[in-house]
């Protein structure tokens, strides 16, 4: 007589014992461009850590740290057992978006305060996550520049290759605002989120 397996008899299988493949790509990619990273088995899997100030292949602004400070963004970047068909959730941690900015396109964060990086970009499970964390560093630039009020939304297409915005960071930041910061985005910036 068999017995019939129930759904507590079944130990789940983490995608990279699916595809050890991609995780070994993984490795090699992101601690060779991303070394303040750190990877952890845990769930589905992740990796957190700082990211570098400016990892881009262009000079970095004159006071791009009077800007952000002296590290790039400090993030966690989660897996889900779909992966790499599905792209990893990419959550800042330091700076951690305003509630009130998780719904508006203007900020690139979603309703969950991960953030929006694939807008216009279709994500097939073959790129390279480096460009997810790219895109990733290049928000904490522009958000630095939202914060302060120099912009009034984040670039289409980002700053990782388009130099839009550097001229702002070659001059220093501009005196901090004491008037109430709104939780409103003005006129006609009030999208849905990504």
Known sequence: MT????????????????????????????TTRFPGLSWSDEGAGSWEGKLPRWPFDRPEPEHLAEWIGAEG??????????????????????????????????????????????????????ESVVDLLLKAAAWRVEYALMKAGVIEQMSANGIVDDHCFDHFLAQPPPPPNDAEHSDQAPVGLDRPAC
Not at 7 to 23: F, G, K, N, V
Not at 105 to 119: E, F, Q, S
């Open 73 to 126: 963004l400090l993030l966690r970047m989660e897996h889900s057992q779909a992966y790499p068909m599905v792209a990893p959730r990419l959550l800042p941690l330091d700076p951690l978006p305003e509630p009130y900015e998780w719904t508006q396109h203007r900020w690139h964060v979603n309703g969950d305060a991960t953030l929006c990086l694939l807008r216009d970009d279709i994500w097939t499970g073959r």
């Open 3 to 30: 017995t019939a397996h129930t759904s507590t008899d079944r130990t789940p299988i983490p995608w990279w014992a699916c595809e050890p493949r991609r995780l070994h790509r993984d490795h090699e990619e992101i």
